[in-house]
């Protein structure tokens, strides 16, 4: 699905862009570099993560997805919840930069805040990756002629996107990213969210019909 392939590889720049803040954040530079990567950084989470990214998510996937009769809590809250936590920290992010021009101390803040910011956002990823995608083909198979239209008006409104691309592209460059973070450790499955067990029973709780059951454990193994 066409929709689901082009944000698979956006989540490719964009958890790269994620480690290399955390490389930035960590690299000693000077005051008024780092207020200046950290304003491309701010700029690239605001403009291409969320402007883009989130919004193809929000405006044209998690519809799709209510509009099958699923429900809005669970898989659904939990991932809105958590792009505005995103959007909490690229505000707070762009906040720093600005301290960085009145010299006032960052850099702790900055550490905390990035590492952060960096796992909580590489496990969406991973979830998005492994749980939510497989579900989307499946569940909006029938769809795909009407998303790959509405995506179609949706990428001719997106403005200044190679542009976008291109400045993470770039910040990848300048600070090469973390692949690793201590204590973090990703994976695959409902299993690795902080939210299932709590406001999130899985996919399959959530989501899966008897029919769907019957038909899984029908399946040869």
Partial sequence: MRIVDGLRS???????????LVTLAHSGAPREELGGALGDVCTFLEGYVDGYHHA???DLLLPALLAEQLPEAGPVAALRGEHAEHRAVATALRAM???CGAREPVESALQVLATRYCARLWEHIDK?????????????????????????????RS?????????????????PPRTELPGVMRGEGCVMCRHYG???????????TELEWETFWARPT
């Fill in 10 to 20: 956006e989540h490719r720049l964009i958890e790269r862009v994620a480690g290399s």
């Fill in 56 to 58: 193809k998510e929000e």
């Fill in 97 to 99: 930069a600005r301290a």
């Fill in 128 to 156: 998005e990756d492994s749980v939510l995608f497989p579900e989307v083909e499946t569940r909006l198979a029938l769809q795909a002629g009407r998303l790959n239209a509405a995506l179609d008006a949706f990428e001719a």
């Fill in 159 to 175: 403005e200044d996107l190679a542009s976008l691309a291109a400045l993470g592209a770039s910040l990848v460059e300048r600070f």
């Fill in 198 to 208: 709590d406001t999130c029973q899985g996919i399959e709780r959530e989501w899966w």
